[in-house]
């Protein structure tokens, strides 16, 4: 029997978990009415999941779409781990809001007593690991879980409570990260270097070692489901010319998803490039590039004739209308070139870290060499809505780099990037919560 959070938090670890997470249930929330994971979109980037895609479901004598996604779910006791193999998120645009649903069915070690009541005090527990599996645990309001979780005073990321891997850590992930940030802060210069994956620091000597120097500091290796992180927080650098004026280099790129629709995807890149794309600037012979900004705030490119829309969401609400709607590249007479749906979009965007801490870095050769500020960007609790609401204001843009090179070729060279950007200074927009803080 797991008599106290100690031994529930070793249960969690035992099988895997590396972020573990608290729920307290409303009576409400019960296999019957779901379990709700808070209003917005929030939760999508806190518990993993597979692809975002359309359900027809019948609700009293009508057929209504809703859009769904999987998660591979395990319950969790001392006999082992118990999976149920219908477990899945559910989105209400409409509120909007997410719930978890089919965490019972099909599965024999199913606390089903627990979630098939409508009790007060009871708490839902999810094990996150490496590779993406969520773990479950519930308990009830007289288990002595519950009452050393009610005790204690535990961060909170929207409607759930962030627990430790262990009660012996000696601080929060967010103070540890801060600390370790201060201490790379005070190391000054840093021999460009890349973490292996046996754990040794290898000297690094390309361009783009910013990152990659930070990470080894913080130990940090990739992994196989997201970005690597430290407990729990994406770390990202980006380049100043000083440490005063903290003008970034360059905006951040949120993420890269290729197009899933129009002549992009249908036609191939190669006849995309033929009709939108534009000889290089530069003069470089038999190469073709697709560039430029576009967003919904601007008309036609002046070189590739494309504009941005933005369908199935009302910028007034702030709510998707249309599930399937999404973003696309038109031309002056309305054909598709480049599309992508809410649901593909929202399957990349939900791999970002609910927490992000933004680093300055400063750099020098020879040899390469990195120094980190002391102003941090601390960001919490990302939101697709958000970055919908940004996207429709321009603040975040497409930015493509999509070339042909040897185009006359019978094996011409296609290189595919489609960037989604912003300035550092829009960033905050894309986060509930952001705090500055100052490592000295």
Known sequence: MVASLEQFLDLMRYYGAHRIYAKHLSPNDNSKNQVYLGGGFAALNIIPHGEVYTDASEKAGSVRDRAKADVEFYWINEEGRHRAPDANLILYPKYPEVRMSGFLKGCKGAPSKLLTVRD??????????????????????????????????????????????????????????LDELRRIYQLNWIMSQKLAKDGTKAPYAARNGGGYTLEAELGITPNGYAEPDFMGWE??????????????????????PEPTGGIYKSEGVAEFLKRFGYADQSGKEDRFNFGGRYDCTRGHHHLTGLRMTLTGYDAATGKISDIEGGMALVSATDAVAASWTFKSLMTHWNRKHAQAAYVPSLSRTPPPEYSYGAQVLLCE???????????????????????????????????RRSQFRVAHAGLTQLYQKNETVLLY
């Not at 980006?238 to 951040?252: C, D, I, M, Q």
């Not at 919908?388 to 060279?413: M, N, Q, R, W």
């Open 120 to 177: 007060e005090g009871r708490v839902m527990f999810f094990g996150v690991t490496r590779d993406g599996v969520v773990l479950g645990y519930v308990t009830d309001a007289d288990d002595p879980i519950t009452k050393e979780l009610t005790a204690g005073n535990w961060p909170m990321l929207g409607v759930f409570t962030e627990l430790p891997l262990s009660l012996d850590l000696p601080a929060d992930p967010k103070t540890i990260l």
């Open 235 to 256: 770390v990202k650098q980006y380049g100043v010319n000083n440490f005063t004026a903290f003008r970034p280099k360059s905006p951040v790129t949120l993420m890269t």
């Open 381 to 415: 609790q990302t939101d697709f809505l958000l970055f919908l609401k940004a996207f429709s204001t321009g603040t975040v843009y497409y930015d493509p780099a999509v070339k042909i090179e040897k185009a006359s070729s019978a094996k011409p060279h296609i290189k």
